[in-house]
């Protein structure tokens, strides 16, 4: 049976001001260095893989501040970001995968993933809204699809962002609080955190039966915000160079950028 995951992340990992606004700085700038190469607008010229970003985690585990310091450095016509709520009734007359299939990025494009296709073995396993046939089989649908489409070009990062139950609630009050920010939390969110071990046993047995080779999963520690914000950027820079390498995009230095 494979370890379980999350025991194992430190959730009390921290970073000062100083060396975040230091560290971000740079793992910023090496991104939008890597996007310009794969986009063709720097380096030969040539188009180098897609880059599809899958972002995933609790409720307020900070999802949306990493995708914020992700974009930032880039032009907006650059990126496309895809955030994904219940499907509609149009899209639930289609295979689950349909309606996130049609947005897989070609070469030299780039899209990000608020939420994604793991909503199956998570949120519709939990709360019923797929069978037990449904979200079983998903597992190797899932890896099926996306072996196939990082072999054609894509390059898969896949990020679970984690937070303990009591920094969750510190947000979830926070947002209750602002009037600016309410609209960020609900009643079901409220309620799903009393299933926070259901959701933790359902993303073990995703991270188990669906990490591979050609996508594995990024654990980061989510509690200390300017921790995840760099420690998100600076994972996607090496999986951004890898799959450049897997693909024979040439990864430009950093010295470049001096």
């Known amino acids: 049976m494979a370890r379980a995951r999350l025991p194992e992340l430190d959730l009390d990992q921290k970073l000062a001001k100083a060396e975040y606004a230091d560290r971000l700085e740079r793992a910023q700038l090496r991104l939008q260095q890597l996007r310009l190469h794969i986009g063709g607008q720097m380096g030969t010229g040539d188009l180098g893989p897609g880059i599809l970003i899958v972002m995933e985690g609790p409720d307020a585990a900070g999802k949306g501040g990493a995708i914020k310091r992700i974009v930032a450095p880039l032009d907006p016509r650059h990126y496309r970001v895809v955030t994904y709520a219940k499907p509609t009734y149009d899209e639930k007359r289609h295979h689950f995968l349909w309606r996130f299939y049609r947005e897989i990025p070609g070469l030299g494009g780039m899209v990000v993933f608020d939420r994604s296709w793991y909503g199956r073995v998570l949120v519709e396993r939990i709360e019923g809204f797929a069978s037990e046939e449904q979200w079983s089989r998903a597992y190797d649908e899932i890896v099926g699809m996306e072996r196939t489409f990082v072999l054609e070009g894509v390059v898969l990062v896949k990020f679970w962002i984690h937070i303990g139950d009591d920094e969750q609630l510190a947000r979830f009050e926070d947002r209750a609080a602002d009037p600016l920010r309410m609209w960020k939390i609900t009643e079901e969110d409220w309620r799903n955190r009393e299933r926070n071990r259901e959701y933790d046993a359902a993303a073990e047995e995703m991270f188990a039966r669906t990490d591979h080779e050609l996508a594995p999963w990024d654990i980061v520690a989510g ?36």
Do not use: Q
Request: overall charge negative.
């Open 223 to 258: 509690d200390n915000k300017r921790f995840a914000r760099v420690e998100v950027l600076e994972r996607l820079n090496a999986r951004l160079e890898a799959g450049m390498e897997r693909w024979g995009t040439p990864v430009p230095s950093p010295d470049e950028l001096a």
